[in-house]
């Protein structure tokens, strides 16, 4: 006679939601960043004369200094909004990897 088949507890399968959380935090964070900095940084394109050939070591600082001022005092917005994203995501179960099967 052959021995009595033993079944197997199926086991867990991976699911790295918290991986997912994290990339969709920074995701959602330079989305935010950008989409709050970009209106500052297109009046500082316009306000550009047009010119041929790369830019200066002056232009390069000055784009720098805008930069970094079209983002001041902003962070905390972007931080929260992201926040309130990844919240609202994970509580209705809207982003991919975070669903319940």
């Not at 790295?16 to 990339?23: A, E, G, N, R, S």
């Not at 930069?67 to 209705?92: E, F, I």
């Amino acid at each position: 006679m052959s021995p009595p088949l033993r079944h197997r507890a199926p086991t867990a399968a991976f699911r790295p939601q918290f991986t997912l959380i994290v990339i969709y935090f920074f995701v959602f964070f330079v989305l935010f960043c950008f989409l709050l900095a970009l209106p500052d940084l297109v009046a500082a394109a316009r306000a550009l004369p047009p010119r041929d050939g790369p830019l200066t070591d002056a232009e390069r600082e000055a784009g720098a200094r805008i930069a970094a001022d079209a983002l001041r005092g902003k962070l905390p917005l972007a931080l929260a909004a992201t926040l309130a994203v990844l919240a609202l995501g994970a509580w209705t179960r809207a982003l991919p990897g975070l669903r319940r099967p």
